[in-house]
């Protein structure tokens, strides 16, 4: 084999010492079975920490809404409410499991597509509505009329944002009131100010860049004026979220495997995929086309980061930094991170099940597990399982650097871990775990069903009790009582 | 020299030797070809106006738009051709990294659009890149849009082969020379000039400069994106080695303090890469040996990029009273005062109440009887003479307290006796129910 190409992952104190503990991990998969989540909730808190201390850097004030959509767990949730964070929910039972997970309804926001019963229910308890348009905004009105609810606030969100000087091109989005619609969106909201209250303007861009979020968020700053002007008294924007998270350890191990990988699609190496996937690149010719359908899984300005760099670039067609508008304006300013926010925070275990060479010479890791139980393939993030080695099986001499790929218990020629091949440090071995870590956002819990009567995940949370790990199952996770000395 | 039409002025650029003392090689005769010298300022004139005067000969050119994907040299050389052609031109871009480059093209009447980031949630079903789809869209309508194609149209390549690479070996005395070094963007000044030089003497060694993959030099691709690139054959080069943006930046140092070659950091990088390349085959060479590098633009428009990435370079002289010069004693003695206080100061003493933030927010919200002046043009007033005298009660406000308080401890220092800051700024003074205007 040539050398290996390893993509590790980038592993905070918290995952580091608990991958450090194979007995417990593998105490866990013998009682609970392969696959298996495991969730960190004391990370949530602290990755709220650091989003603040952005704020807090900037003068700002306003609140961090955690993405629920990203994960399902209670854990999570739960401990998220013993913080200063806020929820935002995108079903009726997202609100409902929020609620029960001890979110009052001030701290909740419901965002997304909304059914009648969703925005009853989200009037009714009283929480934030982000609405998305005017005709959701009218049904919301006769909702509150009909049933005589108490006023409900909400946020007003926008997409289609104008640029200035050079045309910043955006993915159209199907959420929000295009710009250009708003002055009709603020008819709707004076004719019904008995019903609702304008607290607020919000966009959400599904894109990792920043000029488009800058664009949008000048663009909000001078709606808000416009709804000044019409004696409406908004005092926050929420920027949504999408800053991403950085999942790699080296960025050199990044770039590397990105070249190699552009050769093997020019066929100027052995390929690196399962039958030649060039994961969006094509060879036309010699030439290169398409484009990396990946995750930048390498992201050094990624979370609050990301966003520190968005607060300090220039308002583009205001002039000054946007954190300096926002303050000067005295607006709040909301965040929805969820990928962001859930970083470091959990991990997806699966036991080897066999291990096998082909006649045409790869290496085939069967595991218990299949592509819908952790789907990083699905989202394109390329990002290498750690092994977790059995206990006392550590005496076998060793062999050298393995790559292989990673097949799951479908009976189906498509069922991949990833289609990527795998480098191991050394050879996998029947009943050894792979860890695959940092997938508590979007790729635990988002796409896993019951498909052939295989079993989806169960879910534990664990945290730290000095130099000793405690784990409970993730419907038992409650803050007061599922604590420890998180050093 | 006379001529008709400023594209006459194209090409026939000089090529000036490097003096020895400088680049310190014992055996080797360093030039630089300075195509930074042609009419529009770059290499690219020569292949902008190669590809598209066939195109503006076609009558039906008339009433369409010239359309690349350039957020660099060839969108400027274009946009000043179309230009003198009557012709709308359109730049589609990743993404314009060098503001002045964007400003310069606006001024130059270009419409400019930056394509979408990349997706934070990936949606698989969305196989089709941005560029592949603005391909789609110009060949979809060619009643439209010309498009001159750079990365693909061998009339770049044709520019260089039949221009750069001639002129190269006429100023050499009729010899190609033994070396030449250029930095790979398209492809096409180094596939066309080596094209030209090997026919005339096939020994000649050709060394293709790329950027570091993590790195960004303006006009140079990195290892992976020369692939995208159809002219880019890996064939034309003997080696294809990299350079980074520091590197380029070092270059460009050495030509534009040294060399009197007001060269960009492109044109950095090709010197970075040659001496580097040549110095490791110097001390074994027995004979005399030339080498060609290209000088591809002009250090002007580069100026964000090296404040970006070599401050220092950029040094300013230190001004005396600055907030920058504050000690941390002189803010701490800084007069405040708190919101309920300040209320009745107002009523009291009629200070003049200043508003330190920016027009816009100031025009949404203010103090009643506040003025504005904005902290930058604030900072500008204390170099150059405040509006109102030492004696003057004057209150300060800012956002939070934090700019202000440093301001009052200025002004303080320059000897004003009543000037004092809001404490906590506006947000304070909103929190305490005291009246904001929009007046």
Same mark, same amino acid.
């Given at each position: 084999? %040539?050398?290996?190409?390893?993509?590790?992952?980038r592993l905070e104190s918290r995952l580091e010492s608990l991958?450090?503990?194979?007995?417990?991990?593998?105490?866990?998969?013998?009682?609970?079975?392969?696959?298996?989540?495991i969730v960190l909730p004391d990370q949530i808190a602290e990755n709220v920490q650091r989003f603040q201390d952005v704020y807090d850097r900037?003068?700002?004030?306003?609140?961090v809404y955690f993405?629920?959509?990203a994960n399902?767990s209670?854990a999570l949730v739960r401990r998220l409410a013993d913080t200063a964070a806020h929820i935002?929910?995108?079903?009726?039972?997202?609100?409902?499991?929020?609620?029960?997970?001890?979110?009052?309804?001030?701290?909740?926001?419901?965002?997304? @597509?909304?059914?009648?019963?969703?925005?009853?229910?989200? +009037?009714?308890?009283?929480?934030?509505?982000?609405?998305? %348009?005017?005709?959701?905004?009218?049904?919301?009105? +006769?909702?509150?009329?009909?049933?005589?609810?108490?006023?409900?606030?909400?946020?007003?969100?926008?997409?289609?944002?104008?640029?200035?000087?050079?045309?910043?091109?955006?993915?159209?989005?199907?959420?929000?009131?295009?710009? +250009?619609?708003? @002055?009709?969106?603020?008819?709707?909201?004076?004719?019904?100010?008995?019903?609702?209250?304008?607290?607020?303007?919000?966009?959400?861009?599904?894109?990792?860049?920043?000029?488009?979020?800058?664009?949008?968020?000048?663009?909000?700053?001078?709606?808000? +004026?416009?709804?000044?002007?019409?004696?409406?008294?908004?005092?926050?924007?929420?920027?949504?979220?999408?800053f991403?998270v950085d999942?790699?350890?080296?960025?050199?191990?990044?770039?590397?495997?990105?070249?190699?990988?552009?050769?093997?699609?020019?066929?100027?190496?052995?390929?690196?995929?399962?039958?030649?996937?060039?994961?969006?690149?094509?060879?036309?010719?010699?030439?290169?086309?398409?484009?990396?359908?990946?995750?930048?899984?390498?992201?050094?300005?990624a979370g609050p980061r990301y966003l520190d760099?968005?607060?300090?670039?220039?308002? @583009?067609?205001?002039?000054?930094?946007?954190?300096?508008?926002?303050?000067?304006?005295?607006?709040?300013?909301?965040i929805?991170p969820g990928r962001a926010l859930v970083d470091q925070c959990g991990i997806?275990?699966?036991?080897?099940?066999?291990?096998?060479?082909?006649?045409?010479?790869?290496?085939?890791?069967?595991?218990?597990?299949?592509?819908?139980?952790? %789907?990083?393939?699905?989202?394109?993030?390329?990002?290498?399982?750690?092994?977790?080695?059995? @206990?006392?099986?550590?005496?076998?001499?060793?062999?050298?650097?393995?790559?292989?790929?990673?097949?799951?218990?479908?009976?189906?020629?498509?069922?991949?871990?990833?289609?990527?091949?795998?480098?191991?440090?050394?050879?996998?071995?029947?009943?050894?775990?792979?860890?695959?870590v940092n997938?508590a956002g979007?790729?635990?819990?988002? %796409?896993?069903?019951?498909?052939?009567?295989?079993?989806?995940?169960?879910?534990?949370a664990v945290y730290r009790d000095?130099?000793?790990w405690?784990?409970?199952?993730?419907?038992?996770y409650?803050p007061?009582?599922c604590t420890g000395e998180d050093s | 020299?006379?001529?008709?039409?400023?594209?006459?002025?194209?090409?026939?650029?000089?090529?000036?030797?490097?003096?020895?003392?400088?680049?310190?090689?014992?055996?080797?005769?360093?030039?630089?070809?300075?195509?930074?010298?042609?009419?529009?300022?770059?290499?690219?004139?020569?292949?902008?106006?190669?590809?598209?005067?066939?195109?503006?000969?076609?009558?039906?050119?008339?009433?369409?738009?010239?359309?690349?994907?350039?957020?660099?040299?060839?969108?400027?050389?274009?946009?000043?051709?179309?230009?003198?052609?009557?012709?709308?031109?359109?730049? &589609?871009?990743?993404?314009?990294?060098?503001?002045?480059?964007?400003?310069?093209?606006?001024?130059?009447?270009?419409?400019?659009?930056?394509?979408?980031?990349?997706?934070?949630?990936?949606?698989?079903?969305?196989?089709?890149?941005?560029?592949?789809?603005?391909?789609?869209?110009?060949?979809?309508?060619?009643?439209?849009?010309?498009?001159?194609?750079?990365?693909?149209?061998?009339?770049?390549?044709?520019?260089?082969?039949?221009?750069?690479?001639?002129?190269?070996?006429?100023?050499?005395?009729?010899?190609?020379?033994?070396?030449?070094?250029?930095?790979?963007?398209?492809?096409?000044?180094?596939?066309?000039?080596?094209?030209?030089?090997?026919?005339?003497?096939?020994?000649?060694?050709?060394?293709?400069?790329?950027?570091?993959?993590?790195?960004?030099?303006?006009?140079?691709?990195?290892?992976?994106? &020369?692939?995208?690139?159809?002219?880019?054959?890996?064939?034309?080069?003997?080696?294809?080695?990299?350079?980074?943006?520091?590197?380029?930046?070092?270059?460009?140092?050495?030509?534009?303090?040294?060399?009197?070659?007001?060269?960009?950091?492109?044109?950095?990088?090709?010197?970075?890469?040659?001496?580097?390349?040549?110095?490791?085959?110097?001390?074994?060479?027995?004979?005399?040996?030339?080498?060609?590098?290209?000088?591809?633009?002009?250090?002007?428009?580069?100026?964000?990029?090296?404040?970006?990435?070599?401050?220092?370079?950029?040094?300013?002289?230190?001004?005396?009273?600055?907030?920058?010069?504050?000690?941390?004693?002189?803010?701490?003695?800084?007069?405040?005062?708190?919101?309920?206080?300040?209320?009745?100061?107002?009523?009291?003493?009629?200070?003049?109440?200043?508003?330190?933030?920016?027009?816009?927010?100031?025009?949404?919200?203010?103090?009643?009887?506040?003025?504005?002046? &904005?902290?930058?043009?604030?900072?500008?007033?204390?170099?150059?003479?405040?509006?109102?005298?030492?004696?003057?009660?004057?209150?300060?406000?800012?956002?939070?307290?934090?700019?202000?308080?440093?301001?009052?401890?200025?002004?303080?220092?320059?000897?004003?006796?009543?000037?004092?800051?809001?404490?906590?700024?506006?947000?304070?003074?909103?929190?305490?129910?005291?009246?904001?205007?929009?007046?």
């Open positions: 084999m %040539s050398t290996p190409l390893y993509l590790a992952p991958l450090d503990r194979p007995d417990f991990l593998h105490q866990l998969t013998r009682a609970l079975g392969s696959p298996l989540n900037h003068r700002l004030s306003g609140t993405a629920h959509k399902r209670s935002d929910i995108a079903s009726i039972g997202e609100l409902q499991h929020a609620l029960g997970c001890g979110f009052a309804p001030e701290r909740i926001m419901a965002t997304g @597509p909304k059914s009648s019963e969703f925005l009853w229910l989200a +009037a009714r308890t009283g929480v934030i509505v982000n609405a998305d %348009s005017t005709g959701e905004l009218e049904q919301l009105a +006769a909702i509150v009329t009909k049933h005589q609810l108490p006023r409900v606030r909400v946020l007003l969100r926008l997409c289609d944002f104008e640029s200035s000087g050079v045309t910043v091109m955006s993915r159209r989005s199907r959420f929000g009131t295009p710009v +250009a619609e708003v @002055p009709r969106l603020l008819d709707a909201m004076e004719t019904h100010r008995d019903c609702v209250e304008l607290i607020g303007l919000a966009y959400h861009l599904d894109t990792i860049g920043l000029a488009e979020k800058a664009t949008a968020l000048d663009g909000c700053l001078k709606v808000m +004026a416009d709804c000044s002007a019409r004696g409406l008294r908004p005092r926050a924007i929420d920027i949504g979220g999408g991403g999942y790699l350890a080296d960025g050199n191990q990044w770039d590397e495997y990105t070249s190699e990988l552009t050769n093997a699609v020019l066929g100027k190496r052995p390929p690196l995929t399962w039958r030649g996937h060039g994961y969006g690149l094509r060879s036309e010719q010699g030439t290169l086309r398409g484009a990396l359908g990946l995750y930048p899984a390498h992201r050094p300005v760099e968005l607060l300090t670039s220039q308002a @583009p067609s205001l002039g000054r930094p946007l954190a300096t508008q926002l303050l000067e304006n005295l607006y709040d300013l909301h929805e997806a275990l699966a036991r080897v099940l066999e291990v096998r060479d082909t006649s045409g010479g790869d290496c085939f890791v069967r595991l218990e597990m299949n592509a819908s139980d952790v %789907s990083l393939e699905e989202h394109g993030v390329l990002m290498d399982p750690v092994l977790v080695p059995r @206990p006392g099986d550590d005496d076998q001499a060793a062999s050298g650097p393995v790559g292989a790929y990673l097949i799951g218990n479908l009976c189906l020629e498509a069922d991949f871990i990833t289609r990527r091949l795998v480098h191991f440090p050394r050879r996998p071995r029947v009943g050894d775990l792979l860890a695959f997938t979007y790729f635990m819990d988002f %796409s896993a069903d019951h498909a052939l009567h295989q079993p989806i995940a169960r879910k534990v000095g130099a000793e405690r784990w409970c199952l993730d419907e038992n409650w007061n009582i | 020299m006379r001529y008709d039409s400023i594209t006459e002025v194209i090409g026939d650029t000089p090529l000036v030797r490097i003096s020895p003392e400088i680049h310190g090689l014992q055996n080797v005769d360093l030039y630089a070809k300075l195509e930074m010298l042609n009419p529009f300022g770059s290499v690219k004139d020569r292949a902008a106006w190669n590809m598209v005067r066939p195109l503006l000969a076609d009558d039906a050119a008339g009433e369409r738009t010239v359309v690349e994907l350039s957020s660099g040299n060839t969108a400027k050389a274009l946009a000043v051709i179309s230009g003198m052609h009557g012709l709308p031109f359109k730049s &589609v871009t990743n993404r314009m990294k060098v503001p002045e480059i964007k400003d310069l093209l606006l001024l130059l009447g270009a419409e400019i659009e930056e394509l979408p980031g990349q997706a934070e949630c990936l949606d698989p079903t969305n196989t089709e890149d941005p560029l592949t789809k603005i391909h789609q869209m110009l060949s979809a309508d060619t009643a439209a849009y010309v498009h001159t194609d750079q990365y693909y149209n061998p009339r770049n390549i044709e520019a260089h082969q039949s221009a750069t690479g001639p002129e190269i070996i006429k100023d050499l005395g009729g010899a190609a020379p033994d070396y030449f070094i250029a930095a790979v963007g398209t492809a096409g000044s180094s596939t066309g000039s080596a094209r030209a030089l090997r026919a005339h003497d096939p020994s000649v060694g050709v060394i293709g400069l790329v950027a570091e993959k993590a790195d960004f030099i303006p006009g140079i691709r990195n290892i992976d994106e &020369v692939n995208e690139v159809g002219l880019f054959d890996p064939a034309t080069y003997d080696t294809i080695e990299s350079v980074s943006a520091d590197e380029a930046i070092d270059g460009m140092l050495t030509l534009v303090r040294r060399c009197g070659m007001l060269a960009g950091p492109t044109g950095g990088a090709a010197y970075f890469g040659a001496v580097r390349h040549l110095q490791a085959i110097d001390a074994q060479l027995t004979d005399r040996k030339t080498a060609v590098f290209i000088v591809c633009d002009r250090v002007e428009s580069y100026m964000s990029y090296v404040r970006k990435r070599r401050p220092e370079l950029l040094r300013q002289p230190a001004r005396r009273n600055s907030v920058a010069t504050l000690t941390d004693a002189e803010v701490e003695a800084a007069p405040t005062i708190d919101a309920a206080a300040a209320r009745r100061w107002i009523d009291e003493a009629r200070p003049l109440v200043v508003d330190l933030r920016g027009a816009f927010a100031f025009d949404a919200l203010h103090i009643p009887g506040s003025i504005n002046i &904005v902290d930058e043009i604030f900072a500008e007033l204390i170099q150059a003479g405040m509006p109102f005298g030492r004696s003057q009660p004057v209150l300060l406000a800012c956002p939070v307290g934090e700019q202000s308080v440093k301001y009052a401890a200025l002004l303080r220092r320059m000897g004003h006796t009543d000037v004092r800051s809001l404490s906590g700024g506006i947000i304070a003074w909103r929190d305490a129910g005291a009246a904001l205007v929009r007046d």
